[in-house]
């Protein structure tokens, strides 16, 4: 019989498992970076040899999806944009996000 502790261990593994294949995708592509809008490639560079990059912030965010709506958006070119192809699904700040609170019962 599985008891509470036993549940939150398992779901504790099947999520960082998750995780980590989902990071594991995101390292694939040019701008695999969830926090700033570094190419793949100078990511292996040392950062004293790395161009300057922008922080992915949602004012960032919503500035590159209006450049990839006005520039016709195709998916095939949504590289040049960042991939960002759609509008934020929830548009609250990062400075509002308890991050403690969310990451705590994962790891």
């Not at 980590?20 to 560079?45: P, V």
């Not at 992915?56 to 500035?63: A, E, H, I, V």
């Amino acid at each position: 019989m599985l008891v509470v502790s036993d549940v939150q261990m398992h779901l504790n593994i099947i999520i960082n498992v998750l995780l980590n294949y989902i990071l594991q995708l995101m390292s694939i592509g040019r701008h695999s970076c969830l926090w700033c809008t570094i190419i793949a490639l100078e990511m292996k560079l040392p950062r004293d040899e790395r161009s300057p990059t922008i922080l992915r912030t949602l004012k960032n965010l919503r500035k590159q999806h209006q450049k990839f709506l006005d520039a016709g958006g195709d998916t095939k070119e949504a590289k040049n944009y960042f991939n960002v192809i759609h509008q934020a699904i929830f548009d609250i700040p990062i400075e509002q996000v308890n991050k403690r609170k969310i990451f705590s019962n994962i790891f």
